[in-house]
């Protein structure tokens, strides 16, 4: 067994794994994972040799002495099927084992630490190697007829192994890539972050900084057929969505092409551009002349959002990612082509978890992003299927391309389709402790609780203040967590095969109500209102309905408890028991809207009042509405200076209400704004994504979610 890398540290990484080869432990995130010897040796065998076929022969050789007598494939099977388990993998869609059919397997993600890793007896291999060079060499007229024959059976049995990658910029996390396109040569990267509007070229990554006028802060979205100009989107008002211009790389004043619009895409032959307009819950696609003249619509998705436009090659249909929201999360994610001469849209593949990036290569291949499963959760690789022009249709099964990390945002191809550049990010929102001074709600520099790499939310504080209860995909699925302010790790509180989320005490705070909920396979989103002791003991259903998205209880000497159901073209909330389950409508409170899932709501402490206000913008006048939930009156509270409410939570005493807040220009603040309107700015963060906030029962302490990532540009070769 190989026992040291070259750089001393007898570790290899891997994804979220680290394997620490003097132990003989295999550790997920710091945590060590359960893994028996067989497995084990499988893995150090793959992983010194990351990339290449390791032979079933070697394995039972390593495995097993000569004299041993076992069912040798069965034996090996069920090994391997023990690595895939620990590793979260699976042998149809393989992420780090990859079944080499009547040969062995290959290790195929990306190795930190693998190079360097040498086999005792590499040495005494030396001539082996030196034989199949030989026989290589002997062979090489026959594989150059094989791969011509290969090459003539098309295209589309490109084996994965042969695509590369490699990363075009380096940013911080603190000055992220904002915009990115490839040219149509793939000569060229156009990128912008907030120090400025970039073209580097590629081959040499000589960077020139392209002079824009100061404050002109344009993102680059696509290239026109000629090289020259590119299309790039501007928030010039942070009320209002993106305008597009046409900028050009040789010098020259921008020049505004459209009004609020955004994700513009342009046609091969570089006389129409597509792009997306109206609000983001409820995009339409438009089409227009390069100049931006003659704009029409050709299809709205009320309730939906609308990933990246790709163009086919012959110009006659659009494909784009779209899906439902579902709980603040795109789940219900679809890939479809719409038929400009008609408008008509098909269905192409429906996959959860899917990336808005996608792209359309000249033979007729849709490039897409879609996300690992457990516990890779958190990363995305891209996907290709082929598609009739035609119909719109796909032709045969889907083909993965890359196994990398992060998620993966806009594509762009070259002409010839060699290269295609893609955003690739990180995002991990973390669970933050900030204390309140009053009077002046002065805010502490907010302190990082969760110290895991999965994404956490909070939702509530246990009565004493001591500990923060909140949702976490660390273990897969969500569950409900609690961690006391002073310790670093968590306890579990709700776990399962389910997602259970959205933990909020009930109003004697004795008991814990959260929302459950299968994590796929159910098309009528069924959730399931549960209830639990906080203190422990089973949990028991309270109620069941479709599309729950939140809920809220007052507190003592109030027993109101409310949930709110989204339909569409409208969210109703319904009061309910927190004992029994019973429950029925609040018709003064009904929200009708195109788009009912951008609006968020909290209930006051004492019950009295529903707040709520759309969190989605841009907004010209931002209106917080304050309804009486006893008679159904209401008043509108006006909120100024900011681009629209992400949240809202009441603070404990009723008579103020913090918000999340954000402008369209990457600016992210949390307000606390009284009863009467005052707004109070007591923090803010640039390119940092913040959530809501909670307040601790005593009003002294804030538990908030900050989101801090990176975001690069990736090319992707060979595919």
Sequence with gaps: MTVATGNGTGTIQFSVFELDLRAGELRRNGSKVRLQEQPLQVLVSLLERPGEVVSREEL???????????????????????????????????????????RGYRFIAPVSGAKQVQPASAVALEPAHRLRWWILAAALPLLILAIVIGWRAGRSSKATGTVTSRRLTANSVEIPVLGQAISRDGKYLAFADSSGFYVRQIDTGETHSLPLRKGFDARPAAWFPDGSHLLATWVEDPTKSPSLWEISVVGGEPRKILDEARSPSVSPDGSQIAFLAGPETSQGIWIAQSDGQRPHR??????????QLAWSPNSKRLAYVTGKYRHDLYTETRIETINL???????????????????????GRLLFSVHEPSPSQDDANVWAIHIDESSGEPLGPRQRLTNTTGYTGDMTLSADDKRLSLAKYTLQPDVF??????????????????????????????????????????????????????????????????????????????????????????????????????????????????????????????????YSQITTGEQTFYRYDPETGEHSEITAAKIKDADPYAFNWSLSPDGKVLASAKKVGPQKELLVRLLSVADGSQRMLRVDAWAGIGSLDWAPDGKSI??????????????????????????????????????????????????????????????
């Design 60 to 102: 039972r050789g390593r495995l097993w002495p000569a004299d041993t007598f076992v069912d040798f494939d069965h034996s090996l099977n069920a090994a391997v099927r023990r690595l895939r388990d620990a590793l979260g993998d699976s042998a149809e869609t393989p992420r780090f084992v990859e079944t080499v059919a009547r």
């Design 298 to 307: 050709l299809l709205l998705e009320l309730g939906s959002f609308v990933g």
């Design 433 to 562: 402790i900030s204390e309140v001074r009053t009077p002046d709600f002065k805010l502490s520099r907010p302190r990082r609780l969760t110290l895991d790499e999965r994404s956490d939310f909070p939702y509530a504080w246990t009565p004493d203040g001591k500990a923060v209860i909140f949702g976490s995909d660390r273990d897969g699925p969500y569950h409900v967590f609690k961690q006391q302010i002073d310790r670093s790790a968590p306890e579990l509180l709700v776990g399962g095969a389910e997602d259970a989320n959205g933990p909020r005490l009930g109003p004697d705070g004795s008991t814990l109500l959260f929302l459950s909920q299968r994590t796929s396979g159910d098309p009528l989103h069924k959730v399931k209102l549960m209830r639990i002791p906080l203190a422990g003991g089973p949990p028991k259903l309270l109620l069941e309905d479709v599309n729950i998205n939140n809920h809220q209880c007052a507190r003592e000497p109030s027993k109101l408890c409310i």
């Design 658 to 719: 913090w918000a999340m807040a954000y402008t369209t220009k990457d600016t992210w603040a949390l307000l606390n704004v009284d009863l009467q309107g005052k707004v109070r700015n007591v923090l803010e963060e640039k390119n940092i994504r913040l959530g809501w906030a909670i307040p601790s029962p005593d009003g002294k302490r804030l538990a908030l979610w900050e989101s801090s990532g990176s975001a690069n540009v990736w090319m992707i070769e060979n595919f």
């Design 341 to 363: 001469a008609d408008g008509s849209p098909t269905v192409v593949l429906v996959q959860a978890g899917m990336d808005p990036g996608i792209a359309w290569t000249r033979d």
